[in-house]
């Protein structure tokens, strides 16, 4: 029997993170480094992606950084190609690029046009493709390797706002007009758990488990009032640390969680326990 330490370890495994250059990813790409794998740190921006990567390499881990669209398949089938010619396989596959108000601090102040009466349909496409189109890509890019391997893990991050309705008072500002939470983020969060629900039964009986990491609010220089307003509404009483998701991270990607699929591992101070 190993010793429990032994099953978040991840040596010779690689892992892929899309998003890997944002907030969390940068987060993410570390964790999955320390933890022993190959990380790709894939995101939109080559640059971010590139200096996440040398980031990793300067502190004695193996990257490599790739640009990556999630709504073009050519792009995430080049992905995982690139993620094969340099290191063999693909383990697990973190799909954190979305879009995101609430890591965007100047988001904070451009809400007034996210009435649901007036919210273009522009705007409603561009983020399906990201935000569910992209997981469905860079999934069925990444099975591939995976399904030869007979060993996987996806994990695709959620929000409490996908369990739950946004609580639009904490976006309000005195003195200004009623600003929310644009209708897209809920819709397209509770469609990750759609996916993973399908892809984890889908792949029953060929060893690649799905789940997903539902996040809180992570504090990211928001001003005082929203953080004031955001922390009164959870149980712990603050945001989140940018560090506080990593355990949990670990956990679905590693062999500790390995009688789990199919399931949403919430991380969000309380939110949801109201």
């Known amino acids: 029997m190993s010793h429990i330490f032994d099953k978040f370890k ?3 495994q690689t892992a892929v993170v899309t998003g890997g250059g944002g907030l969390l990813g940068k987060q993410f790409s570390r964790t999955l480094a320390e933890a022993g794998a190959n990380v790709v740190v894939a995101d939109l921006n080559q ?4 200096q996440q990567a040398e980031r990793l390499k300067a502190d004695g881990y193996s990257a490599i950084g790739v640009g ?3 709504t073009d398949p050519a792009s995430t089938q080049e992905m995982v190609q690139r993620t094969l010619k340099a290191f063999g396989r ?3 596959l973190v799909c954190s690029a979305a879009m995101d108000p609430k890591f965007d601090t100047e988001h904070q102040d451009n809400q007034k046009g996210n009435a649901f009466e007036t919210y273009p349909l522009d705007a409603w496409k561009q983020a399906l493709d990201v935000n569910l189109t992209g997981l469905f890509l860079c999934s069925q890019a990444a099975v591939h ?3 030869e391997q007979d060993h996987g893990v996806l994990i695709h991050i959620c929000s409490t706002y996908g369990l739950v309705g946004p609580d639009n008072r904490i976006y309000d500002r005195p003195g200004q007009p009623k ?3 644009p209708v897209f983020y809920s819709v397209t969060k509770a469609g990750v758990l759609g996916l993973v629900h399908y892809l984890a039964t889908y792949y029953a009986e060929k060893n690649i488990r799905v789940n997903a990491l539902t996040p809180g609010g992570v504090f990211n220089n928001h001003d005082d009032i929203f953080t004031k307003n955001y922390s009164a509404r959870t149980v712990i009483g603050r945001m989140a640390k940018q560090d506080e998701m990593n355990g949990a991270l670990l956990f679905l990607a590693s062999d500790a969680s390995s009688y789990m699929t199919g399931s949403n591992l919430v991380v969000d101070g309380g939110w949801t326990a109201w």
Do not use: T
């Not at 640059?47 to 590139?50: E, G, T, Y």
């Open 47 to 50: 640059k971010d992606a590139d």
């Open 145 to 147: 390797p995976m399904l």
């Open 10 to 12: 991840l040596d010779g």
């Open 179 to 181: 600003s929310y939470k």
């Open 68 to 70: 990556v669209n999630v």
């Open 90 to 92: 693909l383990d697990v």
